[in-house]
């Protein structure tokens, strides 16, 4: 069973900043993206950012462009979210995955891999 495994997450007023961190685990077939995702109790899981592993070609959600910032690390096979200039309504529980689609990379659906999240929560 593949682990991935975030860290990262915390509480921080509005106009702050964190960056998330997951580790990924060396796969025997590189997965086409990796992507964050984030979710709130009673709504589905949303796509915020994605990252192709091969050319690291990236996508991002419409309410996080701009401030959002998805990377790789592939000495040590970590991935990365530079959060900036957090909004209230980006408190979440936040999810790293590894799979997706070239075609939607944002789905979620199309993940096979899940680490098992990592709080964020920011205040007004």
């Known amino acids: 069973q593949v682990q991935l495994v975030e860290s990262g997450g915390g509480s921080v007023q509005a106009g702050g900043s964190l960056r998330l961190s997951c580790v990924v685990p060396?796969?025997?077939?590189?997965?086409?993206?990796m992507g964050w995702f984030r979710q709130i109790p009673g709504a589905e899981r949303e796509g915020v950012a994605a990252?192709?592993?091969?050319?690291?070609?990236?996508s991002y959600a419409d309410s996080v462009k701009g401030r959002f910032t998805i990377s790789q690390d592939n000495a040590k096979n970590t991935l990365y979210l530079q959060m900036n200039s957090l909004k209230p309504e980006d408190t979440a529980m936040y999810y790293c995955a590894a799979g997706g689609s070239s075609v939607t990379p944002l789905a979620a659906g199309k993940y096979n891999y899940w680490g098992q999240g990592t709080q964020v929560t920011v205040s007004s």
């Open positions: 990252i192709g592993t091969a050319l690291g070609t990236t």
């Open positions: 060396r796969y025997t077939d590189r997965p086409y993206c």
